[in-house]
T-cell receptor, first 112, second 113 residues
Framework: AQSVTQPDIHITVSEGASLELRCNYS??????LFWYVQSPGQGLQLLLK??????LVQGIKGFEAEFKRSQSSFNLRKPSVHWSDAAEYFC??????????FGTGTRLKVLA | DAGVTQSPTHLIKTRGQHVTLRCSPI?????VSWYQQVLGQGPQFIFQ???????GRGNFPDRFSARQFPNYSSELNVNALLLGDSALYLC????????????FGPGTRLTVL
């Protein structure tokens, strides 16, 4: 069955530190992969997406993600976290159709 | 350009009642999808409509229904509300039915008492 897994429920980092949020997928073929961010009480904002091609994807707000087929992973990274990055982050996959499968999310806390 | 809009923002209902949620997609987008996000979880796919036809349905009971209008806006209807229907309901729009990224609205927070 298709699935997206985010192993970390909560992550705490200090402001200015680097960040990596993990995402693993299980699909029959290479899925389309997305990272979204959700602030409290808000909808989802797309950070970046991977459809094909270059496995290192640049997104908004200084985020990037690397697609690794051998590890079935699509981890999100940021070299220096800002306090405003505190939010919940969702990884999602699609087999090319309308139906996105989301992970359970990782809540990021940023310490001043 | 306006993004995806949803109304109402918040809604409180009691068990057994019916609710209608509304969504207007981004101009030019013909596909609308609905997701349910229960507190502490990721969004779960409910429906997708494209060109006024249902193109997909998630694992939700028949109490959930939807439709899309000629202007591509959409309604999600939920009958016989249960406490477990309390969630954030998200609408997403995209240009086509496949191989397109979806843009999400701010959601409607439904509380069932």
């Amino acid at each position: 069955a298709q699935s997206v897994t985010q192993p970390d429920i909560h992550i705490t980092v200090s402001e200015g530190a680097s960040l990596e949020l993990r995402c693993n997928y299980s699909y029959g073929a290479t899925p389309y992969l997305f990272w979204y961010v959700q602030s409290p009480g808000q909808g989802l904002q797309l950070l970046l997406k991977y459809f094909s091609g270059d496995t290192l994807v640049q997104g908004i707000k200084g985020f990037e993600a690397e697609f690794k087929r051998s590890q079935s992973s699509f981890n999100l990274r940021k070299p220096s976290v800002h306090w405003s990055d505190a939010a919940e982050y969702f990884c999602a996959g699609s087999g090319g159709t309308y139906k996105y499968i989301f992970g359970t999310g990782t809540r990021l806390k940023v310490l001043a | 350009d306006a993004g995806v809009t949803q109304s109402p923002t918040h809604l409180i209902k009691t068990r057994g009642q019916h609710v209608t949620l509304r969504c207007s997609p981004i101009s030019g987008h013909k596909s609308v999808s609905w997701y349910q996000q229960v507190l502490g979880q990721g969004p779960q796919f409910i429906f997708q409509y494209y060109e006024k036809e249902e193109r997909g349905r998630g694992n939700f009971p028949d109490r959930f229904s939807a439709r899309q209008f000629p202007n591509y806006s959409s309604e999600l209807n939920v009958n016989a509300l249960l406490l477990g229907d309390s969630a954030l309901y998200l609408c997403a729009s995209s240009f086509g039915v496949t191989y397109n990224e979806q843009f999400f609205g701010p959601g409607t927070r439904l509380t069932v008492l």
